[in-house]
């Protein structure tokens, strides 16, 4: 069974999201028969490379509040992933464009370490001082990941390398209908939206397992908590976005 999941770096319920993923599948008797591939999607693709910004200020003038405010929206968010065990700063950290992160995905893709490095970059986006936006740093996460340097520095220099896989992603994500992420989809039959509680992610291998005959995509549970094309990532239980 294959497991696809459009995600974007910028998206912290997709950190989180992929964490409560994780724990479903953990506990999935076919666990070692389920292809997990992370799929592209920008929440913010009209940015120029290079123009990023602090979280906590785009925050405030997105949704015109006070900067007090904004970090009260994250402190939520901050709950909630240290509640799955991750680590999640909420000063100091950037916001920019992520296609060349989807990019560098699609060559560790193909070098059978997407998940290694998608981990690496979560981590250093959310949990370290360590920018995303910064090639350099993008370059040592590759590294870091097990992939070999100078492909990694080939990748990044040209515009060009897996644009299209970025590209075709975000095509079949307008397709399905996602139009904010995490957007789980699994055997191309079931579609979970939102970084759900671990327990709806393992009902739903467990459904998407014993039902396999199924054609069309069929949601599965409530809409979770999502990142839209907008920016805007909801907060649990107070009706606010982040």
């Given amino acids: 069974m294959r497991v696809e999941i459009w995600s974007d770096i910028a998206c912290p319920w997709c950190y989180i999201g992929k964490a409560r993923f994780e724990k479903g599948l953990a506990g999935f ?3 070692d028969e389920v292809e997990v591939v992370h799929r592209s999607f920008e929440l ?3 940015r120029a490379k290079g123009d990023t910004e602090q979280v906590i200020d785009m925050l405030a003038q997105k ?3 006070t900067p007090e405010e904004a970090r009260g929206m994250e402190a939520n968010v901050a709950a909630n992933a240290q509640a799955e065990g991750l680590g999640y700063r909420t000063e100091g950290r950037d ?7 989807h ?3 699609h060559f560790a893709k193909a070098r059978g370490r997407q998940d290694e490095l998608l981990s690496l970059a979560y981590r250093a986006n959310f949990a370290e001082e360590r920018s995303v936006f910064d090639d350099s740093v993008l370059a040592d996460l590759g590294v870091e990941a097990g992939l070999d340097a100078e492909e990694v520095r080939a990748v990044l220099a040209d515009p060009e390398a897996y644009a299209d896989d970025v590209r075709a992603d975000e095509r079949e994500a307008a397709e399905f209908g996602a139009n904010a992420v995490p957007f789980f989809v699994l055997d191309r039959r ?3 939206s939102g970084g759900q509680p671990s327990e709806v992610f393992a009902q739903a291998l467990e459904q998407a397992w014993k039902d396999r005959e199924v054609s069309a995509l069929v949601p599965l549970g409530e809409d979770g908590v999502v990142c839209d094309t907008d920016g805007a990532c909801e907060v649990p239980g107070s ?3 982040v």
């Fill in 190 to 192: 079931y579609g979970i």
């Fill in 239 to 241: 009706g606010a976005q």
């Fill in 63 to 65: 949704y015109g509040r």
């Fill in 103 to 105: 990019r560098l995905l």
């Fill in 44 to 46: 913010d693709p009209g």
């Fill in 95 to 101: 916001h920019g464009n992520t296609f060349d992160i």
């Fill in 29 to 31: 008797a076919h666990r």
